[in-house]
């Protein structure tokens, strides 16, 4: 049987991104003077679509600069609010030992990403990183779950794992890849008409006992 292969998503997979954006919107209301539950109600909707986002910030309360510097703003802040997760580390360092080669296969810009992985400590306990910046293919697209796999020699298979938060980008993606999925719920109900993943975890932290046990 082919060595065991995880692959996974960042953002709110093995980086909380929803925290790390509620530390920014605790600065960004104090010096601009935007509500906080604003920011953090109006995030949702926007959280992949950041440039709108500060066209709306801008539109309705008149903040300063403009939107581009906005955003560059927030890019270069964001990284720099991540911070590392014990758990993950450790969740990345024993499936590293028990024989599992890792990859990250995430949607987003090459500084940021990287920039997050390596203030989150993880960096180096990844064999290889996709990030759709770099390749011009986004999830949910087929061909970027095959990327990481010819980075990573391995071929598509149940035997390739991929664990993620997003129903469409990481769990529909990688079924049609043919991979086994594990999609991260943060305690939230499967909607009706999604495409049901191979299995449900609440966060990314339950992931070790459910690998390790196909690993056995």
């Known amino acids: 049987m082919p060595d065991p292969v995880g692959l996974f998503d960042l953002d709110d997979t093995l980086i909380r991104r929803r925290q790390v ?11 601009h003077q935007v ?3 604003w920011l953090l109600k109006t995030d949702p909707a926007y959280s ?33 609010l991540v911070e590392p997760d014990p758990q993950v580390c450790a969740l ?4 590293r030992q028990a024989g599992w080669r890792l990859g990250v296969v995430t949607n987003g810009m090459v500084d940021n990403q990287t920039s ?5 400590g993880l960096y180096d306990l990844i064999d290889t990183v996709v990030i ?7 999830k949910p697209d087929a061909r970027i779950f095959h990327h990481a796999l010819t980075r990573l020699g391995a071929e598509p298979g149940r035997h390739v794992v991929m664990v993620g938060d997003s ?6 993606g990688a079924h049609r890849v043919g991979l ?25 932290n339950e992931a070790a006992a459910l690998l390790m046990e196909r690993k056995a």
């Open 167 to 172: 129903l469409e980008n990481d769990i529909a």
């Open 35 to 37: 509500p906080l539950e």
């Open 92 to 95: 990345l360092t024993g499936l």
């Open 116 to 120: 997050k992985l390596r203030r989150a």
């Open 48 to 80: 992949s679509r950041r440039t709108e986002f500060f066209e709306l910030v801008k539109a309705t309360f008149g903040v300063r600069p403009d939107v581009p510097e906005l955003h560059a703003q927030y890019r270069r802040r964001m990284p720099e």
């Open 21 to 31: 954006f509620e530390r920014w919107a605790v600065e960004f209301s104090a010096e």
């Open 180 to 204: 086994t999925t594990v999609w991260v719920s943060h305690g939230l109900a499967l909607p009706g008409t999604a495409l049901r993943p191979h299995h449900t975890i609440r966060t990314v």
């Open 132 to 138: 759709s910046d770099a390749v011009e293919i986004r």
